[in-house]
């Protein structure tokens, strides 16, 4: 079993605790009003004790290259800090190893209807919690929490013929608490001829192509004036300060990973909660024709594209900003990153 971070140093501890009323008596209602309507990344992450029934080399690859395969959950993946032997090591340590695999393929799913296992696929409302490459789970159909944390764990099942073999899916439909106690997937009641038929649906069924991902295009700069507050509302508060901060943020702790150190990197000191702090972080130096700053949230668009770059994205693990944001915060910097008019 895996021994879970702090709730003070864990980013999905924290929020999960808040959004479950854990803190209600630890803060005045008004600001846990205004942190639970206002928390939207990372409310929960899968638990990993599941992850034996994954492939080795998926799990291996992922590691070095994530990709969105929660859609319905807010912040994914991050990219770690790994090497190529690390990301191994850790797919090896992670799941049954790639000699077991090749034993257990196909020890007895060999047959079965694929109609019949989208008829099942629909008659267990399966779609309300998983995608299926087009198809989109959701949270609108679902009120409670458990419910709502069921349909954002649950993975989009176009990636399912990579992850894992069809005899590691029919176990899992059967008994999933046997791979992971905290699941939040139900054991449905089925016949194992049943259970056969939804494989199939999912490895034979045809998916379609993955959504269209237009390649990032910088903006020219803004003809109008930009000043801190408004980078500030849309750019460092919003999703910076929370990793770039100072310790008085983070509870005494540490000022967060983009500061002290976390996710495999080295701390890097770099405090955005504040302009002065921001002025000194040496963020706005030119790399490849535009400011660090600015690289790093171009980063984050060739990350989600799938190029690789030596630079890591920014924010990490959460969706990129738009061009237009880009554009401001870049226009910002070019005007001399003032302050208030």
Known sequence: M???????????????????????????????????????????APNLNGTRRLKEKWVEAFLLHPVDLRPSLKGMMPRLALTKYEAKVLAQFLTVGEKENKRILDRYVKEGDVKKGEVLYEEKECGMCHSFGERSASLLKKKERREMEAIMLAPDLRFTRQRMTRD????????????NPTTKMPRFAMSDGERVDIVHYIFE????????????????LLKRDVFYPEVKRALFRHSCWHCHSTPRWFS?????????????????????????????????????????????????????????????????????????????????????ARDAP
């Open 168 to 179: 590691m899916v029919f176990d899992w439909i059967k008994n999933p608490q046997a791979f």
């Open 252 to 336: 005494g702790i540490d000022g967060g990973p983009g500061n002290a150190g976390g996710f495999g990197y080295l701390g890097k000191g770099i405090d955005l909660s504040n302009l002065p702090a921001i002025r000194d972080a040496k963020v706005f130096a030119e790399v490849d024709g535009m400011p660090k700053l600015v690289r790093h949230l171009v980063a984050r668009h060739e990350e989600i594209e799938g190029r690789r770059t030596s630079y890591l994205g920014m924010p990490l693990g959460l969706e990129p900003y738009s061009a237009e944001k880009i554009q401001m915060v870049e226009t910002w910097i070019k005007q001399g």
């Open 205 to 220: 069924k045809e998916v379609g192509n993955e959504k269209t991902i237009i390649p990032f295009r910088r903006l020219p």
């Open 2 to 44: 895996w021994v879970p971070a702090t709730v003070e140093g864990g980013c999905v501890s924290c929020h999960s605790e808040i959004l479950n009323g854990k803190k209600d008596d630890d803060y005045p209602t008004e600001q846990l009003q205004r942190w639970k309507n206002n928390i939207l990344s990372f409310p929960v």
